[in-house]
């Protein structure tokens, strides 16, 4: 890169000429100090001219910066080139200022020195002496020094040598790109090829230097900054004779003894020491007439900084006890001679304050420096005449005002100076700077950026909060300010804006609504409140499945959530129950929040909402933000009665909550935002209980119990599970309690009362006792001796309850304790004494054997077995088996109304064993036709004995003894487990005779036989399979009429289509019959049981046409009308007879 040519280099290069003839006879070249103030003018003016500036020595433009940059660096160079010879040739195509230097006359270095003396360039001149290695800045610096001394010597060549010195202990200045500066780069490698060449180097080892120190020549062990510049101070001393410049001095020496030897490394101010450091200086500064700049703060924070670093010239020749000597001896002599005086009671100027920090530094630093050594010991005078000079300065005292602390700050914030996201933290955390609303709300306004911090954030809220509970709070300021760190908040990113949200869940779970707050704030946010939550349920709700629109509706919760977490929460809520649909979407915003969660360890979780409302009540936060959220829910659920859909919405939006996910980067763990525990302790115990006051739907919370219990959050490596943190033996008794009571849950209720138990809930008790069961089992087993006074209690309680219910508490204490069971059952059941204890029940008398085993039978899979395999039967005596088969009907009678679906489930795998078996004898007769058809009916006969078996059992519970029994409620719930015994009939005679395709139905109907066949070869039983006839007419070459009549008759006699007929024939029979018996006899499930069947009929009718002839047919129709008219309901009886009336013969 070479530098270009312009109209200001050519006006430069015009101003260097003149002055050179203004040198004549002499020359540039030859110039002495004492003539630069007759020739340099013409320089200076140009200099003036090409930036712009009134004056030299004023703070210079940016453009004005580089110019006085290029300048330096060619006079230096031209300078050198001088003192090295440098060959043109070789310069033309090397050095990158060529152009510019080339057309200035031949300079020394007193044009140079006093070049940047004139133009106040003491800066640029440093920066280029810090780009050149150690070695060659000491020599550079022995030149300044040989300067300033020779005559004249004047105290602005004083200044300038302690402006220079400053200027290296400063350091370079970074650049904001963090770039190195191109100029300063090439001036130092310019200078690497001089030297060099000076050194006899050759032109192409001089080409390849570079930058590195390991490229230029040597540097001699005695290179020492420190040495050159302290010597050299002692030197000039006798020259200052002006107080600012000496206390300018003395601050520069003590700054310099005490970063090359009082500390080993930078220290760390804090942000308000700083901002107060700072703001004095302005203080001084604007009292002597200078404007606050962003400048005039950044060379105030390089001067801190430099007094707070370790030098980066540290010493090499000198030792601390020289310099100690040195600095004293400084610092007596200008005593003496009356400089230091002025510090007494004076005006504070800028020199005396920065003196003050010296001392104060310095002094500190020697109090706590260890005096051990040998060298610690020789340096003890000097360090106590030094610290005793200094204890005896005298400054005045400077103070910091509020209102410049915050211009000063501002300023730093506003040009995004040094440490600035500090200084806005500590700009939002200064309550007392809140009090300046036109300047603290602009500079929040216009930097935004600046605060997207969490601490900032938060301070600036409780300011905020601050200003809404005064008492003459400004409401339109106070919503300015409260969208203006809403939008600082918004711009978060999400793991900021879950640590924002947990912080203001500390500060106050109703955010900037505490207390009491201006209603017009209050109706702004509320609106601000339904917009959010509008739009999301009208822009999608449950279907806004992108991720884009998720983070959307992520962002649009966590701005007004920060504001004020309950509401949001409580509007979650609302909107998941409430809102159909939306539970999942409410769920799934919430658990990418989990900073709403709050940061509650496992007790805080497992404590009961009522402390969180006491804690409410007082004005202050629950303890976690699940907690609120609970809280919310609460209140949700209790402002008004639950539909059946709501219900299912809140236990949805509930799992979802409890549903693990993935953590972010810092938690590695998967988390839920509600914990099973939480919701367990707030909506499960609190609401369910035995003695049926609660308010509380029950069956709801059971529901929540069983889906607490259903997630997967316990980690297998953890322990204890988390259901030890809800009372669970407790809690297993009440259920306990619940369970008996739905044994009797066909009791009439207390007049004007409502059931309070269905047969739903008492299979939802089954469930979670079972889940509850073996989770605690499982504990149990692992620490026995810890929780034996806890079984042995839970077992003494249900010793008063039903005998069945402990079976549903076995998993618990596993093998602890016997089966106790009523000693009638021992009578019909071999069971070891080892496991099993009868026990004289009044209820259960003698014969009573046979009703506890179905009870056993029904209660468990396992017991089932059990009970299966140890019945005590003698199948080779008729006698027993009809006695047995006897109370069975009987048992299963009183049985039958109080089972649960999946309990008559078993009892119905019972029923089918005992028949297969031949322990149950079920006589079949045919009470529903005149004559036995010629069928097998073999395959059918376990469903033919079942059906008739429950016809029995309903006979005997539907008459008179038996049928004062049941509620309306529990005739329609046998209804429904008769109807479900039914279809599982039907389903097995399904399972016997597969219906064919639609495609095979429709060849039958439109190919039929062209003779009937007769009726000794059976064509009742011709089924069509379109598969298997397909091929036999590929294999077959004759007529396609022929080959399926011959297929048709083959297949008759392999399909029982019409046993399958007369077996759903009985079944209907059967299933009337029992609809008419039944009080009421407007049975819906039988009815469709019905329905059910004669469209298997007609099916059976349509697959297999030769099933049935059409006299059959005919009379099948008439016989089942004329059972049907045995109903009472008219609408029941006319649709089944539509339907009969349907029941057709194909082969018609």
């Given at each position: 890169?070479?530098?270009?040519?312009?109209?200001?280099?050519?006006?430069?290069?015009?101003?260097?000429?003149?002055?050179?003839?203004?040198?004549?006879?002499?020359?540039?070249?030859?110039?002495?100090?004492?003539?630069?103030?007759?020739?340099?003018?013409?320089?200076?003016?140009?200099?003036?001219?090409?930036?712009?500036?009134?004056?030299?020595?004023?703070?210079?433009?940016?453009?004005?910066?580089?110019?006085?940059?290029?300048?330096?660096?060619?006079?230096?160079?031209?300078?050198?080139?001088?003192?090295?010879?440098?060959?043109?040739?070789?310069?033309?195509?090397?050095?990158?200022?060529?152009?510019?230097?080339?057309?200035?006359?031949?300079?020394?270095?007193?044009?140079?020195?006093?070049?940047?003396?004139?133009?106040?360039?003491?800066?640029?001149?440093?920066?280029?002496?810090?780009?050149?290695?150690?070695?060659?800045?000491?020599?550079?610096?022995?030149?300044?020094?040989?300067?300033?001394?020779?005559?004249?010597?004047?105290?602005?060549?004083?200044?300038?040598?302690?402006?220079?010195?400053?200027?290296?202990?400063?350091?370079?200045?970074?650049?904001?790109?963090?770039?190195?500066?191109?100029?300063?780069?090439?001036?130092?490698?310019?200078?690497?090829?001089?030297?060099?060449?000076?050194?006899?180097?050759?032109?192409?080892?001089?080409?390849?230097?570079?930058?590195?120190?390991?490229?230029?020549?040597?540097?001699?062990?005695?290179?020492?900054?420190?040495?050159?510049?302290?010597?050299?101070?002692?030197?000039?001393?006798?020259?200052?004779?002006?107080?600012?410049?000496?206390?300018?001095?003395?601050?520069?020496?003590?700054?310099?003894?005490?970063?090359?030897?009082?500390?080993?490394?930078?220290?760390?101010?804090?942000?308000?020491?700083?901002?107060?450091?700072?703001?004095?200086?302005?203080?001084?500064?604007?009292?002597?007439?200078?404007?606050?700049?962003?400048?005039?703060?950044?060379?105030?924070?390089?001067?801190?900084?430099?007094?707070?670093?370790?030098?980066?010239?540290?010493?090499?020749?000198?030792?601390?006890?020289?310099?100690?000597?040195?600095?004293?001896?400084?610092?007596?002599?200008?005593?003496?001679?009356?400089?230091?005086?002025?510090?007494?009671?004076?005006?504070?100027?800028?020199?005396?304050?920065?003196?003050?920090?010296?001392?104060?530094?310095?002094?500190?630093?020697?109090?706590?420096?260890?005096?051990?050594?040998?060298?610690?010991?020789?340096?003890?005078?000097?360090?106590?005449?030094?610290?005793?000079?200094?204890?005896?300065?005298?400054?005045?005292?400077?103070?910091?005002?509020?209102?410049?602390?915050?211009?000063?700050?501002?300023?730093?914030?506003?040009?995004?100076?040094?440490?600035?996201?500090?200084?806005?933290?500590?700009?939002?955390?200064?309550?007392?700077?809140?009090?300046?609303?036109?300047?603290?709300?602009?500079?929040?306004?216009?930097?935004?950026?600046?605060?997207?911090?969490?601490?900032?954030?938060?301070?600036?809220?409780?300011?905020?909060?601050?200003?809404?509970?005064?008492?003459?709070?400004?409401?339109?300021?106070?919503?300015?300010?409260?969208?203006?760190?809403?939008?600082?908040?918004?711009?978060?990113?999400?793991?900021?804006?879950?640590?924002?949200?947990?912080?203001?869940?500390?500060?106050?779970?109703?955010?900037?609504?505490?207390?009491?707050?201006?209603?017009?704030?209050?109706?702004?946010?509320?609106?601000?409140?339904?917009?959010?939550?509008?739009?999301?349920?009208?822009?999608?709700?449950?279907?806004?499945?992108?991720?884009?629109?998720?983070?959307?509706?992520?962002?649009?919760?966590?701005?007004?959530?920060?504001?004020?977490?309950?509401?949001?929460?409580?509007?979650?809520?609302?909107?998941?129950?409430?809102?159909?649909?939306?539970?999942?979407?409410?769920?799934?915003?919430?658990?990418?929040?989990?900073?709403?969660?709050?940061?509650?360890?496992?007790?805080?979780?497992?404590?009961?909402?009522?402390?969180?409302?006491?804690?409410?009540?007082?004005?202050?936060?629950?303890?976690?933000?699940?907690?609120?959220?609970?809280?919310?829910?609460?209140?949700?659920?209790?402002?008004?009665?639950?539909?059946?859909?709501?219900?299912?919405?809140?236990?949805?939006?509930?799992?979802?909550?409890?549903?693990?996910?993935?953590?972010?980067?810092?938690?590695?763990?998967?988390?839920?935002?509600?914990?099973?525990?939480?919701?367990?302790?707030?909506?499960?115990?609190?609401?369910?209980?035995?003695?049926?006051?609660?308010?509380?739907?029950?069956?709801?919370?059971?529901?929540?119990?069983?889906?607490?219990?259903?997630?997967?959050?316990?980690?297998?490596?953890?322990?204890?599970?988390?259901?030890?943190?809800?009372?669970?033996?407790?809690?297993?008794?009440?259920?306990?309690?619940?369970?008996?009571?739905?044994?009797?849950?066909?009791?009439?209720?207390?007049?004007?009362?409502?059931?309070?138990?269905?047969?739903?809930?008492?299979?939802?008790?089954?469930?979670?006792?079972?889940?509850?069961?073996?989770?605690?089992?499982?504990?149990?087993?692992?620490?026995?001796?810890?929780?034996?006074?806890?079984?042995?209690?839970?077992?003494?309680?249900?010793?008063?309850?039903?005998?069945?219910?402990?079976?549903?508490?076995?998993?618990?204490?596993?093998?602890?304790?016997?089966?106790?069971?009523?000693?009638?059952?021992?009578?019909?059941?071999?069971?070891?004494?080892?496991?099993?204890?009868?026990?004289?029940?009044?209820?259960?008398?003698?014969?009573?054997?046979?009703?506890?085993?179905?009870?056993?039978?029904?209660?468990?899979?396992?017991?089932?077995?059990?009970?299966?395999?140890?019945?005590?039967?003698?199948?080779?005596?008729?006698?027993?088996?009809?006695?047995?088969?006897?109370?069975?009907?009987?048992?299963?009678?009183?049985?039958?109304?109080?089972?649960?679906?999946?309990?008559?489930?078993?009892?119905?795998?019972?029923?089918?064993?005992?028949?297969?078996?031949?322990?149950?004898?079920?006589?079949?007769?045919?009470?529903?036709?005149?004559?036995?058809?010629?069928?097998?009916?073999?395959?059918?006969?376990?469903?033919?004995?079942?059906?008739?078996?429950?016809?029995?059992?309903?006979?005997?519970?539907?008459?008179?003894?038996?049928?004062?029994?049941?509620?309306?409620?529990?005739?329609?719930?046998?209804?429904?487990?008769?109807?479900?015994?039914?279809?599982?009939?039907?389903?097995?005679?399904?399972?016997?005779l597969p219906l064919p395709s639609s495609a095979a139905l429709n060849v039958s109907a439109s190919t039929p036989p062209k003779t009937p066949a007769?009726?000794?070869?059976?064509?009742?039983?011709?089924?069509?399979?379109?598969?298997?006839?397909?091929?036999?007419?590929?294999?077959?070459?004759?007529?396609?009429?022929?080959?399926?009549?011959?297929?048709?008759?083959?297949?008759?006699?392999?399909?029982?289509?019409?046993?399958?007929?007369?077996?759903?024939?009985?079944?209907?029979?059967?299933?009337?019959?029992?609809?008419?018996?039944?009080?009421?006899?407007?049975?819906?499930?039988?009815?469709?049981?019905?329905?059910?069947?004669?469209?298997?009929?007609?099916?059976?009718?349509?697959?297999?046409?030769?099933?049935?002839?059409?006299?059959?047919?005919?009379?099948?129709?008439?016989?089942?009308?004329?059972?049907?008219?045995?109903?009472?309901?008219?609408?029941?009886?006319?649709?089944?007879?539509?339907?009969?009336?349907?029941?057709?013969?194909?082969?018609?």
């Open positions: 890169m070479t530098l270009k040519m312009s109209k200001g280099s050519s006006v430069l290069q015009g101003a260097f000429l003149l002055a050179d003839k203004l040198c004549l006879p002499s020359s540039l070249s030859s110039l002495q100090k004492a003539d630069w103030s007759r020739v340099g003018r013409p320089v200076l003016e140009a200099l003036r001219e090409i930036c712009g500036l009134d004056e030299l020595g004023g703070r210079p433009s940016p453009s004005a910066v580089v110019w006085m940059k290029n300048l330096v660096c060619a006079v230096w160079l031209k300078a050198l080139s001088g003192e090295t010879g440098e060959d043109v040739e070789a310069a033309w195509r090397e050095n990158p200022f060529f152009p510019l230097q080339n057309g200035l006359p031949e300079v020394n270095r007193v044009v140079l020195l006093e070049m940047v003396k004139s133009m106040a360039a003491a800066q640029i001149f440093a920066r280029f002496l810090l780009s050149l290695p150690q070695s060659q800045i000491c020599t550079e610096l022995e030149r300044l020094v040989q300067h300033v001394r020779s005559s004249p010597t004047r105290e602005d060549d004083v200044r300038l040598f302690l402006e220079v010195w400053w200027e290296l202990w400063k350091g370079r200045e970074e650049q904001k790109d963090g770039t190195e500066d191109d100029t300063e780069m090439m001036f130092a490698r310019e200078f690497a090829r001089l030297l060099c060449k000076s050194s006899s180097l050759s032109p192409q080892a001089a080409k390849r230097l570079k930058l590195d120190a390991s490229d230029l020549p040597a540097s001699p062990p005695a290179a020492d900054v420190l040495h050159v510049l302290l010597h050299a101070l002692k030197d000039l001393k006798d020259h200052i004779s002006r107080a600012d410049l000496c206390l300018q001095a003395l601050s520069i020496s003590l700054d310099a003894l005490y970063t090359a030897f009082l500390i080993d490394r930078a220290a760390v101010l804090p942000t308000k020491e700083k901002m107060l450091l700072l703001s004095k200086v302005v203080g001084i500064r604007e009292e002597n007439e200078e404007k606050l700049s962003p400048e005039l703060i950044q060379e105030a924070q390089r001067d801190v900084r430099a007094s707070h670093t370790p030098s980066p010239f540290q010493p090499s020749r000198m030792k601390l006890a020289e310099a100690l000597t040195i600095v004293t001896e400084l610092a007596l002599f200008w005593q003496n001679s009356g400089l230091l005086n002025v510090c007494d009671g004076s005006k504070p100027s800028y020199s005396a304050f920065k003196l003050e920090q010296s001392v104060q530094r310095v002094l500190a630093a020697l109090q706590e420096a260890p005096e051990t050594t040998t060298e610690m010991d020789d340096q003890d005078p000097e360090k106590k005449v030094l610290r005793g000079f200094l204890e005896s300065l005298a400054f005045p005292a400077t103070e910091n005002t509020a209102e410049v602390n915050m211009r000063v700050t501002a300023t730093i914030i506003s040009h995004r100076l040094e440490d600035y996201q500090n200084f806005a933290l500590l700009f939002a955390s200064e309550k007392s700077w809140a009090a300046h609303d036109a300047l603290w709300t602009d500079c929040l306004e216009k930097n935004q950026a600046a605060f997207q911090q969490q601490d900032s954030l938060i301070q600036l809220s409780t300011a905020l909060v601050g200003k809404l509970h005064g008492e003459d709070a400004d409401v339109s300021r106070c919503r300015k300010l409260m969208k203006v760190v809403a939008d600082i908040f918004s711009a978060l990113s999400l793991k900021d804006k879950n640590g924002a949200l947990a912080a203001m869940l500390r500060l106050s779970c109703r955010g900037f609504f505490g207390c009491s707050v201006p209603s017009a704030v209050t109706e702004g946010f509320e609106q601000q409140l339904n917009m959010a939550f509008n739009c999301l349920i009208q822009g999608g709700g449950a279907t806004m499945t992108t991720q884009g629109n998720l983070n959307t509706a992520v962002s649009l919760v966590a701005r007004v959530a920060f504001q004020n977490p309950e509401a949001t929460l409580r509007s979650c809520c609302h909107s998941a129950i409430f809102n159909k649909g939306a539970f999942s979407l409410m769920a799934k915003i919430l658990q990418q929040l989990p900073g709403l969660r709050g940061h509650g360890g496992r007790k805080d979780e497992a404590r009961g909402d009522e402390e969180a409302e006491e804690s409410a009540d007082e004005g202050e936060d629950g303890p976690s933000g699940s907690a609120l959220l609970c809280r919310c829910l609460q209140e949700t659920i209790g402002t008004k009665s639950l539909s059946a859909n709501e219900k299912e919405q809140l236990l949805e939006y509930l799992g979802l909550l409890m549903t693990p996910v993935e953590g972010g980067e810092e938690e590695e763990r998967r988390q839920s935002f509600l914990t099973p525990q939480q919701v367990v302790n707030v909506f499960v115990l609190p609401n369910i209980s035995a003695t049926g006051q609660s308010s509380v739907d029950v069956e709801l919370s059971l529901r929540l119990l069983q889906t607490a219990l259903s997630v997967d959050v316990q980690d297998p490596a953890s322990c204890p599970h988390w259901v030890l943190d809800c009372s669970p033996f407790p809690l297993l008794y009440v259920l306990a309690q619940l369970q008996n009571q739905t044994l009797r849950c066909w009791e009439q209720p207390p007049e004007g009362g409502v059931p309070r138990w269905s047969m739903d809930t008492k299979e939802l008790l089954v469930s979670v006792l079972t889940s509850l069961g073996g989770v605690v089992g499982a504990e149990v087993a692992a620490a026995p001796s810890r929780w034996s006074r806890a079984l042995f209690w839970l077992y003494n309680k249900t010793g008063q309850l039903d005998w069945t219910v402990r079976f549903h508490l076995k998993p618990v204490w596993g093998e602890h304790f016997k089966n106790e069971v009523p000693s009638s059952l021992l009578t019909v059941c071999d069971l070891p004494e080892q496991e099993w204890l009868g026990s004289d029940l009044p209820q259960y008398g003698q014969g009573t054997g046979l009703l506890a085993w179905m009870e056993c039978c029904s209660a468990s899979d396992s017991l089932r077995s059990t009970m299966l395999s140890r019945l005590s039967l003698d199948q080779r005596r008729p006698d027993h088996v009809g006695m047995f088969s006897k109370g069975l009907l009987v048992a299963l009678t009183q049985t039958l109304p109080w089972c649960s679906v999946s309990q008559w489930t078993r009892l119905q795998g019972v029923l089918r064993e005992l028949i297969a078996s031949g322990r149950l004898h079920v006589p079949f007769s045919l009470e529903y036709v005149d004559y036995l058809p010629l069928l097998d009916l073999r395959s059918f006969s376990c469903d033919l004995r079942l059906s008739v078996l429950l016809l029995r059992v309903l006979q005997l519970l539907c008459g008179s003894s038996c049928s004062h029994w049941l509620s309306a409620d529990g005739w329609s719930h046998v209804a429904r487990l008769y109807a479900l015994a039914v279809r599982e009939v039907m389903n097995s005679v399904r399972a016997k007769p009726r000794d070869s059976d064509p009742s039983c011709t089924p069509i399979k379109a598969p298997k006839m397909s091929k036999d007419l590929q294999r077959a070459g004759g007529s396609p009429v022929t080959s399926k009549e011959s297929h048709m008759e083959e297949e008759v006699e392999g399909f029982p289509s019409q046993e399958v007929l007369f077996v759903l024939s009985q079944l209907f029979c059967h299933v009337q019959h029992i609809q008419v018996m039944m009080p009421g006899g407007q049975s819906e499930p039988l009815f469709l049981s019905s329905l059910e069947i004669l469209s298997h009929y007609e099916a059976v009718m349509a697959a297999f046409p030769r099933s049935s002839s059409p006299l059959e047919s005919d009379n099948t129709r008439h016989f089942f009308s004329t059972i049907t008219d045995n109903l009472q309901d008219h609408d029941m009886k006319a649709v089944l007879r539509q339907k009969i009336a349907q029941l057709v013969s194909s082969a018609a």
